[in-house]
C-alpha cells in the first residue's frame, strides 16, 4: 500500500493527466492540492512510482503518464463517484421525464444521452423480451410459403419475424393461425410449451412456427451502441480509432464483456482488465439495470484509459437508476 504522500502525488498526476492527456512533470504537481512538497521530493517520489508500476515516462526527459495499475488504485481507493454536476443531472432528469413510446427508441436515446453528457462511446443493453406479455399477434401471408409474424409486447416492443413453410399454406389457413394465435396468446408471455389445439393441423403448424421465430427474438438482448463520433477524437492512434470502432460493431462481444465485469463484481475495467484485446487501450464502466431486484440491463460507457472516472462513475449510476425506475414503471 502507498504512503500518503505517494498517494498524493499519485491522486495529482491521473488528475492533471485526465485534464490535459499530457505528461505530467514534477514541477507542476509540487503545487497541486494535498501535495505541498518540494518539486525535488515530488521527482523521488514518482520514481518510486515508476519503479512500482505506477507510473511510466513515455520520453526519456518527459514527465509521467499513469499505467493501468495506477489508474486502479485511483479507482479503488483515490476516486468516488460523487455527485453529479447540476446541469448534467437535470438533463438526465429532464429527459427520463419526457421519454415515452417503443422500448427501442428509448434505449436508442438513453445510449445517446449518456455518449453525450459523458463524451465517450455509450452502451445500453435493455431487457429480453420474452418474459413480456404478448398484447396482441398476427400473421400475415406474403406468398404461399412465406409470411411475418408480428407482435406487440407489453413492454412497448414490437417484433417483426419472417416465417417460412415447407409446404404451400393457403391464406385462408394464415388467417385461422393468426386469429388463434391472438386468441391463446395475449395476455400471455411468449415461452416455451404447447400452443392449445386449433383443430386444424395445418394451422396449428403454423402457430408453433411463428411462436418458435418469437420465442428466439424475445430471447435476444437489444443493444444500442451511442457516440462513436467521439472515439476518433479520443486515439491518437488511427489504427486504435480502427479496432476500438470495429468491436463496438460486435454486439455479441459488448453484451459478453459488459456481463463478464458485472459477474466479476466490478464497475470498472481498465486495459487489459477486460480480455478484450482490441478494446486494451480502454477502459469501461458499467452499471447494472435493476427493476424489481432483477437485472434486466447494462449501461456503460467506454473510453479511453484516461478517462474522467469520478464522472463516468457517477453518470452511468444515476443513468442505470433513472433507467429501471422507467421500465419499472412501465411493467407495472
Known amino acids: 500500500m502507498l504512503d500518503e ?24 504537481i ?10 525535488a521530493t515530488v521527482r523521488n517520489e514518482m520514481a518510486v512510482l515508476e519503479q512500482e508500476g505506477y507510473l ?6 518527459a514527465g509521467r503518464i499513469p499505467t493501468d495499475k495506477g489508474y486502479r488504485l485511483f479507482v479503488d481507493t483515490l476516486a468516488t463517484p460523487g455527485p453529479l454536476d447540476t446541469s448534467t ?25 449518456l455518449a453525450q453528457v459523458t463524451h465517450h462511446a455509450s452502451l ?33 416492443t414490437v417484433e417483426n419475424e419472417t416465417i417460412e ?21 395475449t395476455g400471455r408471455a411468449v415461452e416455451t410449451g404447447e400452443l392449445a389445439p386449433s383443430g386444424d393441423s395445418d394451422v396449428d403448424d403454423v402457430c408453433t412456427t411463428a411462436q418458435r421465430a418469437l420465442l428466439g427474438a424475445g430471447q435476444r438482448e437489444p443493444v444500442f451502441v451511442g457516440g ?31 456481463r463478464d465485469v458485472l459477474n466479476r463484481g466490478l464497475s470498472v475495467a481498465i486495459g487489459a482488465e477486460h480480455g478484450v484485446e482490441p478494446l486494451v487501450a480502454c477502459s469501461v464502466v458499467v ?34 437508476e433513472r433507467l429501471g425506475k422507467h421500465l419499472g414503471e412501465g411493467a407495472g
Not at 289 to 317: F, I
Request: aromatic share 4%; hydrophobic share 45%; no cysteine.
Open 228 to 258: 462513436t463520433s467521439v472515439v476518433a477524437q479520443a486515439f491518437d492512434a488511427v489504427d486504435t480509432v480502427r479496432s476500438v470502432l470495429q468491436t463496438l460493431e460486435q454486439q455479441y462481444v459488448m453484451v459478453s464483456l459488459v
Open 124 to 156: 445500453v443493453v435493455g431487457p429480453a423480451h420474452d418474459r413480456a406479455v404478448v398484447r396482441s399477434v398476427q400473421v400475415v401471408g406474403l406468398s404461399a410459403r412465406v409470411a411475418v409474424v408480428v407482435a406487440v409486447l407489453s413492454n412497448g
Open 165 to 185: 413453410f415447407d409446404h404451400d399454406v393457403s391464406e385462408l389457413r394464415v388467417s385461422a393461425a393468426s386469429s388463434h394465435l391472438q386468441r391463446v396468446l
Open 5 to 28: 504522500r505517494k498517494t498524493a502525488i499519485l491522486r495529482a498526476i491521473v488528475h492533471e493527466y485526465i485534464s490535459t492527456a499530457l505528461p505530467v512533470g514534477s514541477t507542476h
Open 30 to 39: 509540487a503545487h497541486a492540492p494535498g501535495v505541498g512538497v518540494s518539486s
Open 56 to 61: 511510466v515516462q513515455p520520453h526519456t526527459s
Open 89 to 113: 443531472s437535470q438533463r438526465v432528469g429532464e429527459f427520463f421525464d419526457a421519454t415515452h413510446g417503443r422500448l427501442e427508441e428509448m434505449l436508442h436515446q438513453t445510449s445517446h444521452l
Open 287 to 320: 452499471a447494472p439495470v435493476v427493476v424489481d431486484g432483477e437485472h434486466v440491463g447494462t449501461v456503460g460507457v467506454l473510453g479511453p484509459t484516461r478517462m474522467n472516472y469520478p464522472q463516468a462513475l457517477a453518470t452511468v449510476e444515476v443513468v442505470s
